[in-house]
């Protein structure tokens, strides 16, 4: 029993000695798209890539020379431009009517999120100066803030109506109707990240998150869409 309670003690003291605690800040862009489907699993293509940004401040603790586990504390900004010509068919569709002559559609969802991402972290070395790393874990987000946008032109005249992602109800300038686009605020899903440190303080990843949980709030009559995010980031930053 002393032996085992002296071995413990022995590996905390090692582990203590070699551990080490820093902060930083981080920040970079982004590539995200939103994956809508229906209820039998159908992409309704709606949605490309949109190109956003991120940045937050980091903290991170390393047991040893090679693991440690990393979080961050993120403002994000991701969603999707509105793919224009699948939203004019869809809406021929929808509607049962013909899209006048000459006139281009368009549109976006943004999301403006805080994620709080915890990773395991294995680091490599390299040379004296440079390792690499990987991440690999997970994130919670929560939306504090999501707007659709859509827009049409004819003729040199824009019309355009922007809706809050979390209204249960929307009005597109002639009636009101239930908001297609109503999201939940909490996500949660998984993140991975690859990159180099430099000297022990300046880092650069190619990261991935996907966000696991459904993030469509719509129902009607028991039917739900499916809505998920896809998002590839290229991030630097500094550990004080």
Known sequence: MKKNLLLALFIMAVCSANAQFRIGV??????????????LGNNNGLYKSRIGFQGGVVAEYMF??????????LY???GSNMNKERLIEVLRITNDEEIPEG???????????????????????????LSIYGLFGGFAGYIFDGKAKMEAKLN???????????????FDGESTAINPYYTKRWNAGLAVELGFELSDKIFMGVGYKRILTEMSAYSI????????????????GYFF
């Open 26 to 39: 981080t920040a970079g862009g982004n590539v995200s798209k939103i994956t809508m489907e229906d209820g």
């Open 64 to 73: 040893s020379d090679v693991f440690g586990l990393q979080t961050r504390l």
């Open 76 to 78: 994000t900004q991701n």
């Open 103 to 129: 006139m281009t559609m368009g549109g976006r969802t943004v999301y403006n999120q805080i994620q709080l991402p915890l990773y395991a972290k294995v680091k490599y070395p390299i040379t004296d100066e």
């Open 156 to 170: 040199g005249v824009t019309q355009s109506y922007t809706w809050d992602l979390f209204d249960v109800q929307i």
């Open 221 to 236: 009559a028991g039917y739900r869409l499916k809505t998920h995010l896809d998002d590839f980031s290229l991030s630097a």
